[in-house]
């Protein structure tokens, strides 16, 4: 089992769509996670931090769910310009390295 | 713009050349890494500095050699690359030294995208 693990997709959704996704980890010991966007061909960038109270930012909601060892991210009311891969990245374990998830890619269709 | 810069965008090289990639941030972040991506991929782990100290090193060939003259510079020094090391080569730094407790969130540079001959 990988320890950080995704649904690859794609995810083809019309605009003004609600999608989510979830990232499982096997590591139960692991402390920090996030939300990163990587567009093709570009560097991934930080989307959002998960925190254990789930949080939000505008249409984007993240959340922890550490029984289930998963993470979500909620995007409401889809624009085309939200077409990506999500990574979602988990920090734990004895050597603290960030892992990165298989990536989700999302299509979101005019 | 991105903070972290990565210079050259695009390199083209045989297998007996030697070249370098370069890596630069001004944010006073002391931990940097070396991370390589095939498309469809998600970033592999290569090397990770902490307080211009290697701290990590994912078993990777010794044709990439690592380098970090000073907090704000990376570089990767590449000889004899094979085909299959043909990829997107991204720098990233962190506010945190690698191995500390509490988050690390990771800038990345734009990459440099290597093809090998």
């Known amino acids: 089992r990988k320890e950080v693990e995704q649904d690859p997709g794609p995810f083809n959704v019309p605009e003004g769509a609600t999608v989510a996704f979830n990232c499982t980890y096997s590591n139960s010991a692991s402390q920090s996670f996030f939300w990163y966007r990587q567009d093709c061909r570009k560097e991934p960038k930080l989307l959002m931090s998960?925190?254990?109270s789930g949080n939000e930012d505008g249409r984007f909601t993240a959340q922890l769910n550490r029984a289930s060892q998963y993470i979500s991210l909620l995007i409401r009311d889809s624009k085309l310009s939200d077409s990506a891969t999500y990574l979602c990245?988990?920090?734990?374990?004895?050597?603290?390295?960030?892992?990165f998830g298989t990536g989700t890619l999302l299509a979101v269709q005019p | 713009d991105t903070e972290v810069t990565q210079t050259p965008k695009h390199l083209v090289m045989g297998m007996t050349n030697k070249k370098s990639l370069k890596c630069e941030q001004h944010m006073g972040h002391r931990a940097m890494y070396w991370y390589k991506q095939k498309a469809k991929k998600p970033p592999e782990l290569m090397f990770v500095y902490s307080y211009e100290k290697l701290s990590i090193n994912e078993s990777v060939p010794s044709r990439f050699s690592p380098e970090c003259p000073n907090s704000s510079l990376l570089n990767l020094h590449l000889h004899a690359l094979q085909p299959e090391d043909s990829a997107l080569y991204l720098c990233?730094?962190?506010?945190?030294?690698?191995?500390?407790?509490?988050?690390?969130?990771?800038?990345f540079g734009a990459g440099s995208r290597l093809t090998v001959l």
């Open positions: 990233a730094s962190s506010q945190d030294g690698a191995g500390k407790g509490g988050a690390n969130v990771l800038t």
């Open positions: 990245v988990v920090i734990g374990g004895a050597t603290n390295k960030l892992i």
């Open positions: 998960v925190y254990s």
